[in-house]
């Protein structure tokens, strides 16, 4: 167990809809990731949020969003869903935003499996 | 920008040899990190081993260790005395300065373990 929550584990929706995934990081950490694993992608990053703020962003598409709560809790918000957005969504968190010697590690959530029909 | 390269989708071991699973990369970051991590079928991943560009020593963890050569760049994982439970996915990934501490990820082995 890392230590990292995601919520719901299945989430079965239609296109066009609107889903959203919740993320609880580890006690102590204050980045949190997203990350998709698709067949054809594999995993790539989508975002990072450090302490509440956005830092970095990856192959996110408009039709998502994430934000990070007060409480460090993380959400992500899929709208206009497609079939190409069916992946399993990671959820990872670490201590800091950047480390210089890279030692930050980062700990991964069980995932959401999201099915769009 | 950053790329990591596993060239082998697939690979079965029997149960208590070690297999060597291959990562290379490319990066134009001095200072970068290189992680793996594994994926079983169940689907979490799981981290288990971290190697810094400036560590003079290669990283072990239990019966993992890394076989880094940074001249060839390259992060290879051994798993010593395989078990039945180290059948998965396993990925090489890497961050690095520019990319802040996102993980940029390979497309993964698949190991079958043997009994």
């Known amino acids: 167990d890392s230590g990292v929550t995601q919520t719901p584990k299945h989430l079965i929706t239609a296109t066009g809809q609107r889903v959203t995934l919740r993320c609880s990081p580890r006690?102590?950490?204050?980045?949190v990731y997203w990350y998709q694993q698709s067949l054809d992608q594999g995993l790539q990053f989508l975002i990072q949020?450090?302490?509440?703020?956005?830092?970095a962003k990856g192959n996110i598409l408009e039709r998502f969003s994430a934000q990070q709560f007060p409480d460090l809790h993380s959400e992500l918000n899929l709208s206009s869903l497609e079939l190409g957005d069916s992946a399993l969504y990671f959820c990872a968190s670490s201590v800091a935003a950047t480390s210089g010697r890279f030692t930050d590690t980062q700990y991964f959530g069980p995932g959401t499996r999201l099915t769009v029909l | 920008a950053q790329k990591i390269t596993q060239t082998q989708p697939g690979m079965f071991v029997q149960e208590k040899e070690a297999v060597t699973l291959d990562c290379t990369y490319d990066?134009?970051?001095?200072?970068?990190?290189l992680f793996w991590y594994k994926q079983p079928s169940s689907g979490e991943m799981i981290f288990l081993i971290y190697q810094g560009s400036y560590d003079e020593q290669n990283a072990t963890e239990g019966r993992y260790s890394l076989n880094f050569q940074k001249a060839r760049k390259s992060a290879n994982l051994v798993i010593s005395a395989s078990q039945l439970g180290d059948s998965a996915m396993y990925f090489c990934?890497?961050?690095?300065?520019?990319?802040?501490?996102?993980?940029?990820f390979g497309g993964g082995t698949r190991v079958l373990v043997k009994p």
């Open positions: 006690s102590g950490d204050l980045s």
């Open positions: 990934a890497i961050s690095g300065t520019a990319a802040g501490n996102k993980l940029t």
């Open positions: 990066t134009s970051d001095q200072s970068y990190g």
């Open positions: 949020y450090y302490n509440g703020e956005e830092r």
